[in-house]
């Protein structure tokens, strides 16, 4: 049977306050190729799923997206004062030294790298677990996709033969 190199393939669920989307999709590669985009309080757990994804889907340029949205309970994000002070003492001094206002700095200053943090949790083994089950969904409805597709690509090719055929 032929695959296609092209897939795609989603899987959405509820865990515990959480909503999960998971999505895979791909594009012509000789090489199995995995770009994986997740949380980064899942991001220990990435290297067993490159390899279990690697095994189960050989060949092609893939990206995976994990995705949740939170009711915030579980998310506790402080301001870093120490950086911000370090932000604002560097702004207060190119301010004086280019004769700019500083109205607008804290604002921007809180869109600054490692102004915000976030108390990371430890991973819930249990939720990892129901996680992994979606991402096997999405697989399923991936490779699905790929063999409807091979199905689409031999029949073209089955045409196109049968033309030369008829040509010659």
């Not at 997740?38 to 390899?51: A, D, F, G, Q, T």
């Not at 490692?114 to 096997?136: A, P």
Request: charged fraction near 30%; glycine fraction near 6%; charge should be negative.
């Amino acid at each position: 049977m032929i695959l296609s190199m092209t897939g795609y393939g989603k899987a959405e669920g509820t865990i515990g306050n959480k909503k999960f989307s998971i999505e895979l999709r791909s594009v012509n590669s000789k090489q199995f190729d995995l770009n994986v985009r997740m949380p980064s309080v899942y991001k220990e757990k990435e290297i067993p799923l490159r390899n279990k994804l690697s095994k189960l889907l050989v060949r092609g340029k893939i990206d995976l997206f994990i995705h949740f949205d939170s009711n915030g309970e579980e998310v506790n994000s402080t301001i870093n004062t120490t950086v911000v002070k370090r932000y604002f003492r560097q702004v207060q001094e190119l301010s004086a030294e280019l004769g700019l206002n500083t109205e607008q700095a804290m604002t921007d200053l809180l869109r600054l790298p490692d102004v915000m943090k976030q108390d990371r949790k430890e991973i819930d083994e249990d939720e990892w677990g129901q996680i992994m089950h979606l991402i096997e969904n999405a697989v399923e409805k991936f490779i699905t996709f790929r063999k409807q597709e091979g199905i689409s690509l031999f029949e073209d090719f089955k045409l196109r033969i049968d033309n030369i055929e008829d040509c010659a």
